[in-house]
């Protein structure tokens, strides 16, 4: 074959690859956009389909690893123990890390995959990957504020688990002979947590002056705290409890100011007689 011919016939080869490659790319989009559709419309196993066959088409397109990541965890049922269950979660998680073997910085990635073991209650790895989101992204007041909730979830269930075991309820005080070894159990185990929640919760509270959530769980904390690791220190005790309404206090008026600014803005400017508190939830007692 001629030089000439050769190369032409290299190049009707690289046109065509060009070509379906382009092909490619267009169905994936097509793809994507069909399973962004049955997602909204909670369809998730036909968005599932639709997206791993975005992938295989162009395994490029990041935003379709996410979505089918994103259809997986919409499908696990926290505090459902079922092999089929934690499969989707499992499934949900393996999807979120191709992500980050090609974008390491993939933040949404990073919270969902956090966001997905605190559900599955596997603490320490969820605080690891909220913290390496925050490593990306230190800006964001909820990604402190989950940390701030995990602390307080690892440290309630750990008071939980050791009180039921001494015939106490997960509230109860720790003082005097019988509560001072269960004091000091649980001050070893989750002091460091408490004390980290309380840290990021005021970061989030800095980062968000209105955040009323983050201000409710303090209150947890410092309850927990006052609850679980004053042992005999009564005076000590008292002042956490204090410090627990006053956050209590906080977090009802950040409500309270929040619910008057959107009563004002739904009436034009005018504030309707305003009907008595409700009774606190538990996360402001």
């Known amino acids: 074959?001629?030089?000439?011919?050769?190369?032409?016939?290299?190049?009707?080869?690289?046109?065509?690859?060009?070509?379906?490659?382009?092909?490619?790319?267009?169905?994936?989009?097509?793809?994507?956009?069909?399973?962004?559709?049955?997602?909204?419309?909670?369809?998730?196993?036909?968005?599932?389909?639709?997206?791993?066959?975005?992938?295989?088409?162009?395994?490029?397109?990041?935003?379709?690893?996410?979505?089918?990541?994103?259809?997986?965890?919409?499908?696990?049922?926290?505090?459902?123990?079922?092999?089929?269950?934690?499969?989707?979660?499992?499934?949900?998680?393996?999807?979120?890390q191709k992500v980050l073997e090609s974008d390491p910085s993939s933040v949404n990635s990073l919270k969902g995959i956090a966001f997905l073991y605190m559900q599955m209650k596997d603490f320490d790895n969820a605080r690891e990957y909220y913290k390496k989101a925050i490593a990306i992204d230190p800006n964001d007041p909820e990604i402190y504020y989950s940390?701030?909730?995990?602390?307080?979830?690892?440290?309630?269930?750990?008071?939980?688990?050791?009180?039921?075991?001494?015939?106490?309820?997960?509230?109860?005080?720790?003082?005097?002979?019988?509560?001072?070894?269960?004091?000091q159990q649980l001050s070893e185990k989750d002091g460091g947590n408490i004390d980290e929640g309380l840290k990021m919760l005021q970061q989030a509270i800095d980062k968000r002056q209105d955040y009323d959530d983050a201000m409710a769980y303090m209150n947890l904390l410092y309850r927990r705290k006052a609850n679980d690791m004053t042992c005999d220190d009564a005076q000590q005790r008292a002042e956490l409890k204090k410090t627990a309404d006053e956050w209590s206090d906080k977090a009802m008026a950040a409500r309270k100011k929040k619910a008057e600014a959107a009563a004002k803005k739904n009436t034009g400017g005018i504030i309707l007689e305003q009907t008595p508190s409700p009774t606190p939830t538990p996360a402001q007692k």
């Open 147 to 183: 940390v701030g909730v995990i602390d307080w979830s690892q440290s309630y269930k750990d008071a939980a688990d050791l009180k039921s075991k001494n015939d106490m309820k997960v509230d109860d005080e720790l003082k005097g002979k019988a509560g001072q070894k269960l004091c």
């Open 1 to 96: 074959m001629k030089p000439c011919a050769r190369l032409g016939a290299v190049l009707a080869v690289l046109a065509a690859l060009l070509i379906s490659t382009g092909c490619n790319k267009l169905k994936a989009r097509d793809q994507l956009n069909k399973g962004v559709q049955a997602y909204k419309g909670a369809n998730y196993e036909e968005a599932i389909e639709r997206f791993k066959n975005a992938v295989n088409l162009d395994p490029d397109l990041k935003v379709a690893k996410l979505y089918l990541a994103t259809a997986y965890a919409q499908q696990y049922v926290p505090g459902v123990d079922a092999p089929d269950n934690v499969k989707m979660a499992k499934q949900a998680i393996d999807e979120y």
